[in-house]
């Protein structure tokens, strides 16, 4: 998901670049000329997405959108937000749950 967002929104000059091989895997620079390099998830369950393709076209990237970062989707909420409202909604249903059927004792 995040080589997604970085191709998509923090790209083009100055920004992150992507390589991507025959084989599956990609190379990401960051702006510092880091690089990441990932591997195809499924590789290991199947092996067949491993195999090199022929030598990839390179293709030239068009110019950034100035208001691509417009577009950039926004959390409504944190992950630990989140985290926290599944949490209480779950334990709310398991008392509910429990109240409707209390034991015998």
Known sequence: ???HL???FHCGP???TDRQHPD???T?????GRTYTTTPG???????LGTATAELPTIDMPPP???RNLAAPRRSRTRAQNRAY???HERALNRAHIDADPPPF
Not at 28 to 32: N, Q, R, V
């Open 42 to 48: 499924g590789r290991l369950f199947f092996p067949q």
């Open 24 to 26: 599956g895997t990609i």
């Open 1 to 3: 998901r995040i080589h």
């Open 28 to 32: 990401l620079t960051a702006p510092t």
């Open 14 to 16: 100055g920004g992150w």
């Open 6 to 8: 970085i191709k998509t």
């Open 65 to 67: 959108n100035p208001h």
């Open 86 to 88: 599944r949490i209480a």
